[in-house]
């Protein structure tokens, strides 16, 4: 086998090329790829309904497992390509399902606690006079 074997022939190249004219263009197929992949182990992982502490922990590890799979110096071109201020996009956060996700569950736990924090003062009573907390 050739040190050059595993290249694609000229008419897969050319194909290639025509699909991603530029490295830019290859990035941005990544993460819209490996975005959707992530937001779908997210997604499947929430319906467990996890404490947020939980949920933020997720998300790290899905971003380190993307690190570990693509190795350290993709990550850090995909990194640096989204943050880029010549990237070939506007987006809004809306358009990362991971983020959606994220602001869902804390927007969750906002609710959650602000419930909690509700019934407690119902049900609360002063020690003094065993009136509710409104004394």
């Given at each position: 086998?050739?040190?050059?074997?595993?290249?694609?022939?000229?008419?897969?190249?050319?194909?290639?090329?025509?699909?991603?004219?530029?490295?830019?263009?290859?990035?941005?197929?990544?993460?819209?790829?490996?975005?959707?992949?992530?937001?779908?182990?997210?997604?499947?992982?929430?319906?467990?309904?996890?404490a947020?502490a939980?949920?933020?922990?997720?998300?790290?590890?899905?971003?380190?497992?993307?690190?570990?799979?693509?190795?350290?110096?993709?990550?850090?071109?995909?990194?640096?390509?989204?943050?880029?201020?010549?990237?070939?996009?506007?987006?809004?956060?809306?358009?990362?399902?991971?983020?959606?996700?994220?602001v869902?569950?804390?927007?969750?736990?906002?609710?959650?606690?602000?419930?909690?924090?509700k019934s407690?003062?119902?049900?609360?009573?002063?020690?003094?006079?065993?009136?509710?907390?409104?004394?």
């Amino acid at each position: 086998m050739s040190a050059r074997s595993w290249l694609p022939r000229a008419s897969h190249t050319e194909t290639f090329y025509f699909h991603f004219p530029t490295k830019e263009h290859v990035l941005l197929e990544l993460e819209c790829g490996e975005e959707a992949r992530m937001a779908t182990e997210l997604a499947r992982f929430l319906q467990g309904r996890p404490a947020l502490a939980a949920a933020l922990t997720k998300v790290v590890s899905l971003v380190a497992g993307l690190e570990q799979r693509l190795g350290p110096h993709l990550f850090k071109e995909l990194l640096a390509f989204h943050f880029s201020p010549s990237r070939p996009l506007k987006d809004e956060w809306t358009d990362h399902p991971v983020i959606v996700l994220l602001v869902d569950e804390i927007e969750l736990a906002e609710v959650t606690v602000e419930s909690i924090r509700k019934s407690t003062r119902s049900t609360a009573r002063c020690s003094s006079c065993s009136a509710s907390t409104e004394c």
